[in-house]
C-alpha cells in the first residue's frame, strides 16, 4: 500500500523556521520524484517545491532562498526545511508522489506576524 506521512507542522513566528518531514512506504522511493504542494481555504492546490530522483530541485518563485527540498533515500523521506517564514506561507502542506498519484494527509503549517 503507498503511503506518505507528513511530520513537523505547526505554528512558528514570522521570520522564524520549520521543517516538514513526509516518510514514504510502499513503493521504490528513491525512483520516484517527490514534491510539496500547499492549499489554503478557497484556493487551488500549488506546487511548492520538487526534487527528482537524482537531487534535482524546482521551487515556485514565492519560496526560493528561503525554503529546501531534499530527499533521504534511506529512510524513504522527503523534507522541506522553511525559512524566513512569513503569514503568506501559512497552509496545509501535502507531500506528493506525483508517479503514484498519492497524496500525503496534510499538515497544517501557521506563521503568525
Known amino acids: 500500500q503507498v503511503q506518505l506521512v507528513e511530520s513537523g507542522g505547526g505554528l512558528a513566528q514570522s521570520g522564524g523556521s520549520l521543517r516538514l518531514s513526509c516518510a514514504a512506504s510502499g513503493f521504490t522511493f528513491n525512483t520516484t520524484v517527490m514534491g510539496w504542494y500547499r492549499q489554503v481555504p478557497g484556493k487551488s492546490r500549488e506546487m511548492v517545491a520538487m526534487?527528482?530522483?537524482?537531487?534535482?530541485?524546482n521551487y515556485r518563485d514565492s519560496v526560493k532562498g528561503r525554503f529546501t527540498i531534499s530527499r533521504d533515500n534511506a529512510k524513504n523521506t522527503v523534507y522541506l526545511q522553511m525559512s524566513n517564514l512569513n503569514p503568506e506561507d501559512t497552509a496545509v502542506y501535502y507531500c506528493?508522489?506525483?508517479?503514484?498519484?498519492?497524496w500525503g494527509q496534510g499538515i497544517q503549517v501557521t506563521v503568525s506576524a
Open positions: 506528493y508522489a506525483p508517479s503514484k498519484s498519492t
Open positions: 526534487i527528482t530522483t537524482v537531487g534535482s530541485t
